[in-house]
């Protein structure tokens, strides 16, 4: 069953998924980092990033999402595909999530984040993610975000190391870094 292939519907004519194409570059991103990781999927909306985590080897997903009308999408396509017993649906926002899971010292292996591109809450969420302690020591932050915006290359502990750039798309890659180390990261994942 779960070679299934499953097309996530939109939960909201707002709701605006990762594309396919960038979905595939993401975890083209991520080829031989994602066996047996913790995966943090945060602004969740339709769960296929979450869902394809999953195929390609995550350990465990974490889904963060504060539509209540995504979250029962989410929950069904998790059932469907046979993954119940490897995720976890939270029905909250992003930044006291993130609050809770650093006061709760949960930490991921990898986070992804994808939220609506006309706001800024990418920057706020980063800035959160750059001050907790929830990025496991060797993890990364992986944030779609719309072309026309410009993210800084540090947030707290986060560095960029890379923007990968999809028509109106950019999935943008930070790791942490402690100040002793500086920065002298290549762009190589």
């Excluded at 939960?11 to 605006?16: D, T």
């Excluded at 994602?34 to 465990?60: C, M, N, P």
């Excluded at 932050?141 to 993210?151: C, G, N, P, Q, S």
């Amino acid at each position: 069953m779960r070679d299934k292939k499953i097309k996530p519907e939109a939960a909201k004519k707002s709701l605006r998924p990762t594309t396919g194409k960038v979905r595939e570059a993401l975890f083209d991103i991520l080829r031989g980092r994602i066996d047996k990781t913790r995966f943090l999927d945060l602004y969740a909306g339709t769960g296929a990033v979450g869902i394809k985590a999953l195929k390609e080897g995550a350990a465990e997903v974490v889904f963060v999402e504060s539509s209540k009308e995504s979250i029962k999408r989410i929950s069904e396509l998790v059932q469907k595909s046979g993954f119940a017993e490897e995720t976890k649906i939270i029905t909250k926002k992003v930044l006291p999530f993130i609050e809770w899971a650093d006061g709760n010292r949960l930490t991921f292996d990898i986070i992804f984040l994808d939220p609506p591109y006309h706001t800024d809450e990418v920057v706020s969420a980063l800035s959160a993610i750059g001050k907790s302690h929830i990025l496991d020591k060797e993890g990364v932050v992986i944030a779609e975000h719309f072309k026309k915006r410009e993210l800084p290359g540090r947030f707290g502990k986060l560095y960029k190391l890379r923007d990968y750039r999809y028509g109106d798309s950019v999935l943008s890659l930070y790791t942490e870094v402690n100040d002793e180390e500086g920065c002298s990261l290549s762009g190589d994942v």
